[in-house]
Structures are given as structure tokens and as C-alpha cells.
């Protein structure tokens, strides 16, 4: 595991926009697994900053809420198309999201691991970190290893989304997420951590127990991994 700690969230966007960069630039035709969040909005704004070329990169999202589609301004959807999609020369056909107002839920989650085999797996997974040590929405749990699947949400997340949203009433109270599993298949991982509430959780993921309590501690199993962090 590499870690970099940078002075302040500008300088972590760019240190995360240019590892980004390198990928596709390394391989234009890249499979990035992307996330939502305040955390990554930085990193997005330097890549839209850089011209970079997209026109065949792929992009696969780790989640999206249950029950809001693509127009709803809460969705993930909707995120990635406002703070990345609409500014760069990506391909829409290109940028996958799952689809939170599908009928048949457990088709979308199957349809999403089909998708990701179907890419070739992620060459770069970008990651976040909720406040319990959440990936994805990959909630702390007795288990590790699901596949794409769709997740309650726990009350500190719905708690701490809350923000995005006019009450928390709003927050949707399940979410589809990509799982441990397929987190875990992505060849690189970027993990950014941009808050000093969440120092505490980072040095328990990455220096405590490998336990499933703490989603993000599997990634010391991965062995490329990169952590990028400051706490300011
Ligand atoms: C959300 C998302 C995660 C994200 C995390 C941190 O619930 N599902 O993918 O990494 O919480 O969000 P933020 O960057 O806003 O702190």
C-alpha cells in the first residue's frame, strides 16, 4: 500500500487527477470505477481542467440509490453527468451507473457484474470512505465478499447524506452498491480521504484488524493500493 499525504485538499485533487491522468493516458481505452461524494468533486474539476481525452474511456460507478433514476437531482446519476460527464468528451454509451428505479432489483445487480466482466474488470477504482468505514455503500457487516447487491443503509450514513438532501426523511433508505467482491477484482485502487473526521476510521482500515465491521480494512488484502490524504 502506498500513501501519500498532501497538504490540503487542493493539492490532494490534483495528486488524484493526475494519477487518473497517468491511467488513461497509460491506456486510453482505461476502465475506471468511479465514485460520488463531496471527496472526489476536487480530483473531477482538475480532470475537466485538463483536457484530457476520454473519448474511449470507460467508466463504471460503485453505487446509486434505490428508487431515484438518472433526473433526480439527488441521484448518482445525475452527480456524475452535473461534476464530470457533461464536461468532458466522454461517451455517454460509455458510463455506467446502476439503475436504482429498475423493477427487477436483483436483475440490476446481476446485470451490473455482467457489465463489469464484460469491461474487462477496473483498472482503477476510485474510492471514498464513509465515517463507519464504508466503501461503496458496502456497510459495516459480518461478512465480506458480496458481489454487486442491494444494501440498507445504516443510520449513521443516512445521517451523514443527509446534507445532500432537504430532511433526512429524503435520503432513500437502501442503495445498490458494487460489493466487496468486485472492489476487490479492480487491478488498481485509489482511495482518498479528504476530512480530519475521518482520520480516525482511515488508520483503523488501513493499520487495524482486516474485518468486515470495518469494510474498508480489506483493503490491506489488495495489492495495489493507493491512499491519498490530507486533513484539512
Ligand atoms: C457515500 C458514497 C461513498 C462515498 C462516501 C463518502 O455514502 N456511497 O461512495 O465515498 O459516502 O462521501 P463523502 O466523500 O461525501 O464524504
Redesign the pocket.
Known amino acids: 500500500m502506498k500513501i501519500i499525504k498532501t497538504k490540503n485538499y487542493q493539492e490532494l485533487s490534483k495528486k488524484v487527477a493526475e494519477i487518473i491522468s497517468e491511467q488513461i493516458k497509460v491506456n486510453p481505452k482505461s476502465v475506471l470505477g468511479l465514485?460520488?461524494?463531496?471527496?472526489p468533486v476536487g480530483a473531477y474539476k482538475e480532470l475537466i481542467k485538463s483536457n484530457l481525452d476520454f473519448s474511449e474511456v470507460r467508466s463504471i460507478n460503485?453505487?446509486e440509490y434505490v428508487g431515484l433514476d438518472g433526473s433526480n437531482e439527488q441521484s448518482y446519476r445525475y452527480f456524475m453527468e452535473k461534476n464530470l460527464f457533461e464536461h468532458i468528451n466522454i461517451k455517454k454509451e460509455n458510463t455506467y451507473v446502476p439503475n436504482g428505479k429498475g423493477e427487477n432489483l436483483q436483475k440490476e445487480c446481476e446485470g451490473y457484474e455482467e457489465k463489469l466482466s464484460e469491461l474487462g474488470g477496473v483498472d482503477l477504482q476510485l474510492?471514498?470512505?464513509?465515517l463507519n468505514g464504508h466503501i461503496?455503500?458496502n456497510e459495516p457487516d459480518k461478512i465480506f465478499g458480496k458481489n454487486t447487491h442491494v444494501v440498507d443503509l445504516d443510520e449513521s450514513?443516512l445521517e451523514a447524506?443527509a446534507r445532500f438532501f432537504d430532511s433526512i426523511e429524503e435520503v432513500p433508505k437502501q442503495a445498490i452498491t458494487m460489493g466487496i467482491k468486485s472492489i476487490m477484482q479492480a487491478k488498481k485502487i485509489l482511495l482518498v480521504v479528504n476530512i480530519p473526521e475521518k482520520i480516525k476510521i482511515l488508520e483503523k482500515a488501513i493499520y487495524g484488524d482486516i474485518t468486515p465491521e470495518v469494510p474498508a480494512s480489506v483493503l490491506q488484502l489488495h495489492q495495489d493500493v493507493i491512499v491519498v490524504y490530507c486533513e484539512e
Open positions: 465514485a460520488t461524494g463531496s471527496t460503485l453505487d474510492l471514498g470512505i464513509g461503496g455503500f450514513t447524506n
